[in-house]
Nanobody, 124 residues
Framework: QVQLVESGGGLMQAGDSLRLSCAAS????????MGWFRQAPGKEREFVAG???????YYGDFVKGRFTIYRDNAKNTVYLQMNSLKPEDTAVYYC??????????????????WGQGTQVTVSS
C-alpha cells in the first residue's frame, strides 16, 4: 500500500500562515494525483486542493487565493500553503492519493489512499 505521512497541523490564530505537508511512500507510481480534503465535525468532507501529475492545480471555491498547493516530485511530497487563516478553516485536513494517469477529482471516493489527518485549529 501507499503510506501517506502528514505533518504541519496545529493551533493557529486568525491571519496566520501554515504549511501542511504529505509524503507518499511504499510504492512507486509513474503518474498520480495528490490533494487535500478537510472535514469539520458535523460537516461533509470537502475538497481543498489537488494537483495532477502533469501539474494542473485545482482549488475549492472557498480558497480564493489564500491557499497554494505545490509538490516536490523527488520526495513524492505535496504541500499546502495556507495564508490568512480564518476560524472557518478549522478542520481535520487529509492528504489523499489517486494513482494512474487520471485527473484531479473533487470526490473523495475517487482517491485510493488517505493519510490519518492532521488537525488545524484557527482561533480568533
Amino acid at each position: 500500500q501507499v503510506q501517506l505521512v502528514e505533518s504541519g497541523g496545529g493551533l493557529m490564530q486568525a491571519g496566520d500562515s501554515l504549511r501542511l505537508s504529505c509524503a507518499a511512500s511504499g510504492r512507486t507510481f509513474s503518474s498520480y494525483v495528490m490533494g487535500w480534503f478537510r472535514q469539520a465535525p458535523g460537516k461533509e468532507r470537502e475538497f481543498v486542493a489537488g494537483i495532477s501529475w502533469s501539474g494542473i492545480k485545482y482549488y475549492g471555491d472557498f480558497v480564493k487565493g489564500r491557499f497554494t498547493i505545490y509538490r516536490d516530485n523527488a520526495k513524492n511530497t505535496v504541500y499546502l500553503q495556507m495564508n490568512s487563516l480564518k476560524p472557518e478553516d478549522t478542520a481535520v485536513y487529509y492528504c489523499a492519493f489517486r494513482s494512474g494517469r487520471v485527473g484531479v477529482s473533487y470526490s473523495s471516493g475517487e482517491y485510493d489512499y488517505w493519510g490519518q489527518g492532521t488537525q488545524v485549529t484557527v482561533s480568533s
